[in-house]
């Protein structure tokens, strides 16, 4: 069963910083891998999918990696602003018939940039 | 705005009472899911329907009954819930593209059993 897990579970930076946020799975016969956003209190939002043939995915000041064959996700954050604090969350898609639009989460890194 | 809204966006429940949540996806999506996510641990894939089909069932236990009257619409019916069932669950939806893993989550309603 595929396990994905975050680390750190919690991260507070001055604005300004520049942010390394990790997941890692135990299955890397994945179809995809995404990175979520979660503010207090409401739903997620996707920021970057990065497919499994792809080694990295760029949205403004985003950049998130793949390494399947070590299992592992970095998402980059560059010059962290105030707004950038919510609850990032790492999923990753699997490959089998059986997987289909099950999405495989982390327990996601809390950040809070301070001003 | 995501396109996905959930109602009520908090309930307060007794362990004997009888409660809907409802979500709604004007996105045109054929597949939807319910989710639960309880502090501090990842989130739990509960319900997948695809056309209204039920796809997966995540041996959620039987106080938890979905319903899919058609592809915008998809209720949570909640009966004789306990104390752990407390938690935030979200609805999602997506199109048939991308092995179903385009999902779009609403906000969520925010559940607390007493």
């Known amino acids: 069963k595929q396990e994905v897990t975050q680390i750190p579970a919690a991260l507070s930076v001055p604005e300004g910083e520049n942010l390394v946020l990790n997941c890692s799975f135990t299955d890397s016969a994945i179809y995809n891998l995404q990175w979520f956003r979660q503010d207090p209190g409401k739903g997620l939002t996707s920021l970057l999918l990065i497919q499994s043939s792809q080694r990295e995915q760029t949205s403004g000041r985003l950049n998130a990696s793949l390494d399947k064959s070590s299992g592992r996700s970095t998402l980059y954050i560059a010059a962290s602003q105030p707004g950038d604090s919510a609850t990032y969350l790492c999923a990753v898609g699997g490959r089998t018939t059986d997987s289909w639009g099950k999405l495989q989460f982390g327990a996601g890194t809390q950040v809070v940039v301070t001003p | 705005e995501t396109g996905v809204t959930q109602t009520p966006r908090h309930l307060v429940m007794g362990m004997t009472n009888k409660k809907s949540l409802k979500c709604e996806q004007h996105l045109g999506h054929n597949a939807m899911y319910w989710y639960k996510q309880s502090a501090k641990k990842p989130l739990e894939l509960m319900f997948v329907y695809n056309f209204k089909e039920q796809t997966e069932n995540n041996s959620v236990p039987s106080r938890f009954s979905p319903e899919c009257p058609n592809s915008s619409h998809l209720f949570l019916h909640l009966h004789t819930l306990q104390p752990e069932d407390s938690a935030l669950y979200l609805c999602?939806?997506?199109?048939?593209?991308?092995?179903?893993?385009?999902?779009?989550f609403g906000p969520g309603t925010r559940l607390t059993v007493t």
């Open positions: 999602a939806s997506s199109p048939l593209t991308s092995g179903g893993y385009e999902q779009y």
